[in-house]
């Protein structure tokens, strides 16, 4: 009785070039440039989702910015921005009677000390008000809603990557 032999075969040049196709998915460069357009999508909604008062210096702060050799990060170092996404408690002024609020754009870009030495220029409940306390400021929470959408999607990107190059 001839024992039954299997015969198996495989195409070297077609695994080749699947092996070069995953190594050239795979690559570090390439992950990386994939979540670098997915943090320039969170950039521009993050973008459109920061309130413009009087400078647009908050919404032009974003920025995104290399993490070690895959990542990255989005940030916006104006100072402003913490008590936009945190949202501040109703509070009074620290070191003087009462805090200078500016109502129009003049008004801020002189500050409290230009608009004291030029009080003919400014009028009171015009251009600005002194108060004694403010309600605060209610939290946008920006990032935490970004960070929950885009850390979703490039998962979801890198899942589909994997896949494809097999």
Same mark, same amino acid.
Request: no cysteine; charged share 30%.
């Given at each position: 009785?001839?024992? $039954? =032999?299997?015969?198996? !075969?495989?195409?070297?040049?077609?695994?080749?070039?699947?092996?070069? $196709? !995953?190594?050239?998915?795979?690559?570090?460069?390439?992950?990386?440039?994939?979540? @670098?357009?997915?943090?320039?999508?969170?950039?521009?909604?993050?973008?459109? #989702? !920061?309130?413009?008062?009087?400078?647009?210096?908050?919404?032009?702060?974003? =920025?995104?910015?290399? +993490?070690?050799?895959?990542?990255?990060?989005? @940030?916006?170092? /104006? @100072?402003?921005?913490?008590?936009?996404?945190?949202?501040?408690?109703?509070?009074?002024? #620290?070191?003087? #009677? +009462?805090?200078?609020?500016?109502?129009?754009?003049?008004?801020?870009?002189?500050?409290?000390?230009?608009?004291? @030495?030029? +009080?003919?220029?400014?009028?009171?409940?015009?251009? /600005?008000?002194?108060?004694? +306390?403010?309600?605060?400021?209610?939290?946008?929470?920006?990032?935490?809603?970004?960070? !929950?959408?885009?850390?979703?999607?490039?998962?979801?990107?890198?899942? $589909?990557?994997?896949?494809?190059?097999?």
């Amino acid at each position: 009785m001839a024992a $039954r =032999q299997i015969a198996i !075969t495989v195409n070297a040049k077609a695994v080749q070039a699947a092996l070069k $196709r !995953t190594n050239k998915i795979l690559s570090a460069p390439f992950i990386k440039a994939e979540l @670098r357009a997915i943090a320039e999508a969170a950039k521009d909604e993050a973008i459109a #989702k !920061t309130p413009e008062r009087f400078t647009g210096n908050t919404k032009a702060g974003w =920025q995104v910015v290399s +993490r070690g050799s895959v990542g990255w990060i989005l @940030r916006n170092n /104006y @100072r402003a921005m913490r008590y936009l996404e945190k949202g501040t408690k109703a509070h009074g002024a #620290k070191r003087a #009677k +009462r805090m200078f609020i500016p109502l129009t754009k003049k008004a801020h870009s002189a500050g409290p000390k230009g608009v004291y @030495r030029n +009080r003919k220029n400014y009028k009171w409940k015009v251009d /600005y008000v002194l108060a004694k +306390r403010v309600k605060g400021v209610p939290a946008h929470n920006i990032l935490r809603d970004l960070d !929950t959408k885009y850390g979703n999607l490039a998962e979801l990107r890198l899942d $589909r990557l994997i896949r494809k190059s097999f």
